[in-house]
């Protein structure tokens, strides 16, 4: 293709939004509680989940001006 001309792409149907329950069945799935997890990030390989840590009797630990969080790689086989 001769460089400078333009490119005809075609994309995926792409959803305006996820319904909350689906990210709770995915976060179920995943054995993950949905109230445990800040940020998920689905590729194709791995998940990536922040999640918020909690003590023994499952408060959130405070670090600095929010809550403390860790980030989990779970891979995908």
């Known amino acids: 293709m001769p460089q400078g001309q333009p490119i005809d792409v075609q994309l995926p149907p792409v959803p305006d939004h996820?319904?909350?329950d689906?990210?709770?069945d995915i976060c179920q799935?995943?054995?993950l509680d949905p109230g445990d997890v800040r940020d998920i990030h689905l590729g194709i390989n791995e998940v990536?989940?922040?999640l918020?840590?909690?003590d023994a009797d499952g408060h959130?630990?405070?670090y600095g001006e929010?809550?403390?969080t860790t980030v989990v790689t779970?891979?995908?086989g």
Do not use: D, E
């Open 60 to 62: 959130k630990i405070r």
């Open 52 to 54: 918020y840590l909690c």
């Open 29 to 31: 799935l995943l054995g």
């Open 22 to 24: 689906t990210l709770r």
């Open 66 to 68: 929010g809550p403390a």
């Open 48 to 50: 990536t989940a922040t």
């Open 18 to 20: 996820i319904p909350r």
């Open 74 to 76: 779970i891979p995908i």
